[in-house]
C-alpha cells in the first residue's frame, strides 16, 4: 500500500500562485509515474500534470501548460505543483495519484493510489 497526503491549498486571488506537495509513504519503492488531477463542483475528474520517475519527462493539460510546474524529490517521497497566474477556473479539489507504471498517464484509471485532495480556491 501506498498512502498519500496532499498539503499546499488554499485560497488565493487570481493571478497569484500556490504550491501543492503531495507526500508518499508506505511501499513508496513501488512508485514509477506519478501525476496530479482535479475536479470542479458538478464536475468530471480530469488530468492537471504527469511525471516520469526521473522527473525527465512531464505532461500536462493544454489549460495549465505554461502556468503550472510538475516536479518531484525522490529522496523525500514527494511530488510538487507549482501553480502561477491562477485563474477562477482552476478552482477545484485537487488530487495527487501514483502508478507502477513507467509512463505518465494522462488517464486517471492508470493511476493505483489517490490522496484524500486538497482545496484550492482562487478568487476574481
Known amino acids: 500500500q501506498v498512502q498519500l497526503v496532499e498539503s499546499g491549498g488554499g485560497l488565493v486571488q487570481a493571478g497569484g500562485s500556490l504550491r501543492l506537495s503531495c507526500a508518499a509513504s508506505g511501499r513508496t519503492f513501488s512508485i514509477a509515474a506519478m501525476g496530479w488531477f482535479r475536479q470542479a463542483p458538478g464536475k468530471e475528474r480530469e488530468f492537471v500534470a504527469a511525471i516520469t520517475w526521473s522527473g525527465r519527462n512531464t505532461y500536462y493539460a493544454d489549460s495549465v501548460k505554461g502556468r503550472f510546474t510538475i516536479s518531484r524529490d525522490n529522496a523525500k517521497n514527494t511530488m510538487y505543483l507549482q501553480m502561477n497566474s491562477l485563474k477562477p477556473e482552476d478552482t477545484a479539489v485537487y488530487y495527487c495519484?501514483?502508478?507502477?507504471?513507467?509512463?505518465?498517464?494522462?488517464?486517471?484509471?492508470?493511476?493505483?493510489?489517490w490522496g484524500q485532495g486538497t482545496q484550492v480556491t482562487v478568487s476574481s
Open positions: 495519484a501514483t502508478t507502477s507504471k513507467q509512463a505518465a498517464s494522462r488517464s486517471a484509471s492508470e493511476y493505483n493510489y
